[in-house]
């Protein structure tokens, strides 16, 4: 049996006549840069995550980027992250020269720790004056503690841009009600790269806001920051969201909510299966229809990349997300942190893999793969 991390063909099979329709219709419209089917994803994901307003734009990366550069984010400024997450999220920071901090996670939900964050303002006080925004991740579809964090940010002044690329649907049980991924922050961002939850066919992504001010600064900063046409306010980009990608992805949000559920099941049946293993399975720090699972996250405590080895040779696949925390990489060798200073995110890095959690894995796939990590963890 052959077990691959995602099948993306499989999904494809269930809607592929809507989506080749959807795909035609827009290259039969003529209406190839932004237009109303671009207008429609944002009507819909902004009404499926809570949120008043939504941006689209080319990447989850740029969904960042310009998120930032709404926030006038300028060469100097410190902007507070986790350093265990996709490179866009330190990467962006960096891009506008500001200066990235990073506060450790939390060892189970592998997210931001609230501890970790309030530590660096007591520990930091000449310094808070500095920081002009907050990066929660909610990392593997899990929403960060958000409660905790909002109130620390809320008491510096500082707005929250919400790391959303791998949460699009996941709940938060905050103190005023559930929430949506998103929808806590000054301004949450989203990533439709093709592996995702909801994933395009190319890149693709989203930004989310509940200010108006806001959202009228991102539609015109990702198109040049032009208002009309040829008229320059700011200096934008180009970040401008396919229509192509529109449409598919107003195809798939209908059917977003049952994949997660199927998510949900099989990542039930990890937990059931490998229960007895000496394996720590992901912690379900909320509900369990809360957590997305756009990755399922077993850690390793011995030998995990010969467990890793075994599986492969075994045809089972998987992933390390992610093998080398940001402090640790070489182009951020400036900020002059060393091996030790976030030891969470460095146990992560070694010890983490995920496996196949796709909504059309079967139960017999599934079998498959706890078999072979209880003989990898024997051999």
Same mark, same amino acid.
């Given at each position: 049996m052959k077990i691959p991390l995602l099948d993306i063909n499989a999904q494809l099979k269930t809607i592929e006549?809507?989506?080749? @329709?959807? !795909?035609?219709? !827009?290259?039969?419209?003529?209406?190839? $840069?932004? +237009?109303?089917?671009?207008?429609?994803?944002?009507?819909e994901i902004a009404a499926y995550t809570g949120a008043k307003y939504g941006t689209g734009v080319s990447s989850g990366t740029d969904a960042l980027l310009v998120s930032l550069m709404a926030l006038?984010?300028?060469? +100097?400024?410190? !902007? $507070?992250?986790t350093p265990f997450s996709f490179f866009a999220t330190a990467g962006v920071i960096a891009r506008l020269n500001a200066k990235p901090v990073f506060v450790d996670m939390d060892p189970d939900t592998y997210n931001m720790s609230p501890d970790a964050l309030k530590q660096w303002f007591?520990?930091?006080?000449?310094?808070? *004056?500095? !920081?002009? /925004?907050?990066?929660?991740?909610?990392?593997?579809?899990?929403?960060?503690?958000?409660?905790? $964090?909002?109130?620390? /940010?809320? =008491? &510096?002044? $500082?707005?929250?841009v919400e790391d959303a690329a791998q949460a699009i649907g996941a709940q938060y049980p905050s103190s005023s009600g559930p929430k949506k991924a998103g929808s806590m922050g000054a301004l949450g961002c989203f990533s439709f790269f093709p592996s995702k939850n909801l994933g395009g066919i190319g890149d693709g992504g989203m930004v989310v806001t509940n200010d108006p001010e806001l959202n009228e600064k991102l539609k015109m900063l990702r198109n040049h920051g032009a208002k009309p046409k040829y008229y320059h306010a700011m200096i934008g980009g180009n970040?401008?969201?396919?229509?192509?990608?529109?449409?598919?992805?107003?195809?798939?949000?209908? *059917?977003?909510?049952?994949?997660?559920?199927? #998510?949900?099941?099989?990542?039930?049946?990890y937990d059931e299966k490998l229960g007895d293993l000496d394996v720590k399975t992901?912690?379900? /720090?909320?509900?369990?229809?809360?957590?997305? &699972? @756009?990755?399922?996250?077993?850690?390793v405590p011995e030998n995990r990349d010969e467990l890793r080895k075994f599986l492969a040779d075994n045809n089972v696949s998987t992933e390390i997300y992610y093998p080398v925390s940001f402090h640790m990489q070489a182009c951020f060798k400036d900020l002059g942190?060393?091996? +030790?200073?976030?030891?969470?995110?460095?146990? =992560? =890095?070694?010890?983490?893999? =995920?496996?196949?959690? &796709?909504?059309?894995?079967? #139960?017999?796939?599934?079998?498959y793969v706890v078999d072979k990590i209880r003989e990898g963890i024997k051999v």
């Open positions: 006549n809507d989506i080749k @329709n959807a !795909v035609i219709e !827009v290259i039969d419209s003529t209406r190839y $840069i932004m +237009g109303p089917k671009v207008e429609a994803l944002e009507d006038d984010i300028k060469p +100097g400024d410190l !902007v $507070i992250t007591e520990t930091h006080p000449d310094e808070t *004056h500095r !920081v002009k /925004a907050i990066i929660p991740v909610h990392l593997y579809g899990q929403c960060a503690q958000m409660d905790p $964090i909002y109130h620390l /940010a809320n =008491a &510096y002044n $500082i707005p929250i970040f401008r969201l396919d229509p192509i990608q529109a449409a598919v992805l107003s195809v798939k949000l209908p *059917h977003l909510d049952q994949w997660h559920t199927m #998510r949900q099941q099989n990542a039930a049946y992901p912690l379900v /720090a909320y509900e369990r229809n809360h957590h997305i &699972y @756009n990755q399922y996250v077993i850690s942190h060393r091996e +030790g200073d976030f030891p969470n995110s460095e146990y =992560a =890095a070694n010890h983490t893999l =995920a496996l196949p959690v &796709y909504p059309e894995l079967t #139960r017999e796939m599934q079998d």
